[in-house]
Every structure is written in C-alpha cells, then in structure tokens.
C-alpha cells in the first residue's frame, strides 16, 4: 500500500511556472517507477512523463518535452514535476502514480492546474 499526495497546483497566467510535488508514504518509494499523468476537463487522462527508479531514465509526452521537467528525491519520498511555459492547454488535473511493475498500481487525488490566456 502506497499512499501518494499531490500538490503545487494552482491558476497562473500562460508563460508563467508552477512545480507539482508528490508525496509518497512508505519506505518502499524508491523501488518504484513513479509517472505523471494529467486530465483535462472532457477529455481522457494522458501520460505526461515518468522516471525510473534511480532517476537516471525519464520519458516525456512529446506536448510537454522541452517544457517539463520530471526530477524524485527517494531520500525526501518525493517526486516533482516543473512545469515552464504554461500553455491553456496544459489547464487539467494532474495526478502522480506509482509503478511497482508493468502496470500504474498507486494514484493521487490529483491538483488542479489551471492556465489562463
């Protein structure tokens, strides 16, 4: 059992930056791949970006590549997603996951990011 916590969430203008953090309970967390996934208000959830265990490997949603940046401290539980160069289309609720194998086994109640033109 994983227990995970978002937060950073907020209303800021297009351009400007925000930095989600992801709590995660446990002594287990740096065993896990842990994810970031967004939903937008209509449409499905999406993948945004995930980072291994160690770190070292990251993926990113080609929307985002270039403008996020996944990073997890397992010393602090956490992990964070830095988000520059807001977009309106980046307006969604973003929840981190957790990962023990081949499937998305933990997920967080979600933050609200809200971009304004």
């Known amino acids: 059992q994983v227990l995970l916590v978002e937060s950073g969430g907020g209303l800021v203008q297009a351009g400007a930056s925000l930095r989600l953090s992801c709590a995660a309970s446990?002594?287990?967390?740096?065993?896990?791949?842990m994810g970031w996934f967004r939903q937008a208000p209509g449409k499905d959830r999406e993948f945004v970006a995930r980072i291994n265990w160690s770190g070292l490997t990251t993926y990113y949603a080609e929307s985002v590549k270039g403008r996020f940046t996944i990073s997890r401290s397992n010393a602090e539980n956490t992990m964070y997603l830095q988000m520059n160069s807001l977009k309106p289309e980046d307006t969604a609720v973003y929840y981190c996951?957790?990962?023990?194998?081949?499937?998305?086994?933990?997920w967080g109640q979600g933050t609200q990011v809200t971009v304004s033109s």
């Open positions: 996951a957790a990962s023990s194998s081949g499937t998305w086994d933990y």
């Open positions: 446990g002594r287990t967390f740096s065993s896990y791949t």
